[in-house]
């Protein structure tokens, strides 16, 4: 089977390198096109990728095509490669914001299997999470092998659409606000005598450890809490100064900040 890709941005290149470190697809079998030979030809060689010169021969060479443009774009896109897609025998995938299944499929035809997708950038490293929702023509093996590009580099979980703001606030998002967790407890180690690198590696490590934890236990966060919260203890003082300093708070009003953006509200 071969995928392609019709935009090369960052998110797209997250994908191919999660789905080429996983051994999800042969180099060679995935092909890529973006408006800006300087986009994509030099990152195709590279990684030993087929670039082709246009979105509807990315199409024609192609059993999974990635729609990977910005929005802005992507209806334009879709009528150019629509006549590619028509016999509906190749699978649409988009990765585009805001763009609803009603919405391609009146573009490309009732008949276009299609998936819609929302993953996030940690897909790079095989431990994305990915949201999906399928139209009623994707089903049996043709399903499965469109989720099998998330599935292998990392988790999917499927949503209404309506829910998909809320999905990007919770886990498209919230790479940078975790990263920025870790970063203040690797600040706050070097305020007590570690390296930077030293308290960053021990922080990442530990939050990866306890997002294992959580995903592993059939405990809610609260009571694997409990668990390191010894009574009158370091971290039940700690805890208690965080949640003083508001971080609970500030945590949901992050996500309520990003939920309203994202709906066209004021930035």
């Known amino acids: 089977m071969k995928i392609g890709f019709i935009g090369v941005g960052g998110m797209a290149q997250a994908i191919i390198g999660g789905l080429l470190t996983a051994k999800t697809f042969a180099p060679a079998d995935v092909t890529v096109h973006s408006h800006r030979q300087a986009s994509y030809q030099p990152y195709a060689a590279a990684h030993g990728l087929?670039?082709?010169d246009s979105?509807?021969?990315?199409a024609k060479a192609?059993?999974?095509?990635?729609?990977?443009?910005?929005?802005?774009?992507?209806?334009?896109?879709?009528?150019?490669?629509?006549?590619?897609?028509?016999?509906?025998?190749?699978?649409?995938?988009?990765?585009?914001?805001?763009?609803?299944?009603?919405?391609?499929?009146?573009?490309?035809?009732?008949?276009?299997?299609?998936?819609?997708t929302l993953p996030n950038v940690n897909v790079e490293v095989q431990a994305g999470m990915t949201a999906i929702a399928a139209n009623d023509q994707l089903t049996g093996d043709r399903l499965a092998a469109a989720l099998?590009?998330?599935?292998?580099?990392?988790?999917?979980?499927?949503?209404?659409?309506?829910?998909?703001g809320v999905f990007s606030a919770l886990a498209g998002s919230s790479p940078a606000y975790i990263d920025?967790?870790?970063?203040?407890?690797?600040?706050?180690?070097?305020?007590?005598?570690?390296?930077?690198?030293?308290?960053?590696?021990?922080?990442?490590?530990?939050?990866?450890?306890?997002?294992?934890?959580?995903?592993?236990s059939d405990k809610i966060p609260f009571a694997l809490i409990d668990q390191v919260a010894s009574p009158g203890g370091s971290t039940v003082a700690g805890l208690l100064?965080?949640?003083?300093?508001g971080l609970m708070t500030a945590v949901v009003k992050g996500i309520d900040a990003t939920i309203k953006r994202d709906a066209g509200g004021p930035a």
């Open 50 to 52: 087929t670039a082709v």
């Open 55 to 58: 979105n509807v021969a990315v």
């Open 62 to 116: 192609s059993d999974l095509v990635v729609l990977a443009v910005t929005p802005n774009v992507a209806t334009d896109v879709l009528r150019e490669i629509s006549g590619s897609l028509a016999s509906g025998k190749k699978i649409l995938i988009s990765i585009v914001a805001g763009l609803s299944l009603d919405e391609m499929a009146g573009i490309v035809g009732k008949n276009v299997p299609i998936l819609r």
């Open 148 to 164: 099998r590009v998330f599935n292998t580099i990392g988790s999917t979980t499927e949503l209404a659409e309506d829910q998909f």
């Open 180 to 216: 920025f967790f870790i970063d203040s407890l690797s600040r706050a180690g070097v305020k007590y005598g570690l390296t930077k690198a030293q308290a960053t590696q021990i922080a990442a490590q530990a939050t990866l450890g306890s997002a294992k934890m959580v995903l592993e």
């Open 241 to 245: 100064a965080m949640e003083e300093a």
